[in-house]
């Protein structure tokens, strides 16, 4: 399946500003980048790094102004929904690879030393493994109001659960809250995910928060917020939660003004022709 995926924002500042932004798309085992354009105007140099968890950050001066930046990319992703292993067990702390120890631990915004009590009581009864992150989706899916301007960007997990609202983010932050109060380690994802085979939905598309739990050896994708099987999710990054995948870091005086998010999945044919900019 091939994702034609995008954005273009706004950016005004008071005063020549650093700023960094994490919104490339990622290449990982699942996806295959198969075109990438950027313009920013006025055209400012822009240097790329890795973080560490590999993660592609863009960093950039914006100038004293209006700065537009335009990223369009097209995508292949695997054509089938996202598997569901409702057999797959948990693993043990004690063997758990090294790396992954570190998505058992509290983070800013998911404090699940706070909620370990309470991830006890709702979830302790349930089967360990797949069906314990499920019961937990299922909870934070049905007991969770989403809605447009329920939380913040200073909103953690553990004041969203408190408030039974938010966006997809706090849904997420949620799950991998409970899922760490348990032992078993979740991470923070963000991507795009186009609207494929699902009911049509009236708001402005946007950007996409869901997470992913380590069982059976392997990184598995769930999604408290929508709660069903979807397909053509596009990565941009991973993380504990959203602090280590920030869309755009501004290091003065500088607002995001304007944003417009696309994701599309491309008929079965030849891609189309390149935009006209570099």
């Known amino acids: 399946m091939r994702v034609q995926i995008g954005f273009e924002l706004v950016l005004e500042s008071g005063t020549p500003t650093p700023t960094a932004a994490m919104t490339q798309a990622r290449p990982t085992e699942r996806q295959r980048m198969l075109d990438e354009r950027i313009l920013l105007t006025p055209e400012v140099p822009l240097h790329r790094y890795t973080d560490s968890f590999g993660n592609i950050v863009w960093r950039w001066i914006a100038p ?17 929904v996202d598997p569901v292993y409702p057999d797959v067990p948990g693993t043990p702390v004690e063997l758990l690879p090294d790396e992954v120890l570190l998505y ?86 963000y ?39 979807r397909r053509g999710r596009v990565v941009i990054a991973y993380g504990r939660d959203a602090v280590d995948t920030a869309i755009m870091t501004s290091y003065g005086d500088s607002q995001l003004t304007g944003l417009t998010v696309w994701a599309n999945v491309l008929p079965d044919l030849d891609l189309p022709n390149a935009p006209d900019y570099v």
């Open 64 to 80: 004293l102004g209006t700065l537009y930046l335009l990223y369009t990319a097209i995508v292949e992703v695997s054509s089938l």
């Open 191 to 229: 991507g795009y995910l186009p609207a494929k085979q699902v009911l049509p939905n009236p708001d402005p598309m946007d950007f996409h928060a869901w997470f992913e739990v380590y069982l059976g050896g392997a990184w598995q994708t769930f999604d408290a917020r929508h709660n069903q099987p």
């Open 104 to 189: 058992t631990l509290p983070s800013r915004y998911c404090p699940s030393d706070l909620v370990r009590d309470d991830a006890w009581r709702l979830f302790g009864h349930t089967p360990e493994g797949w069906l314990r992150v499920q019961a937990i989706c299922d909870w934070t899916h049905t007991n969770i109001v989403y809605g447009h301007g329920s939380s913040t960007a200073l909103t953690s997990g553990y004041e969203a659960y408190l408030n039974r609202q938010g966006v997809c983010r706090d849904f997420a932050h949620i799950a991998v809250m409970f899922c760490r109060a348990l032992n078993i380690p979740a991470r923070y994802v």
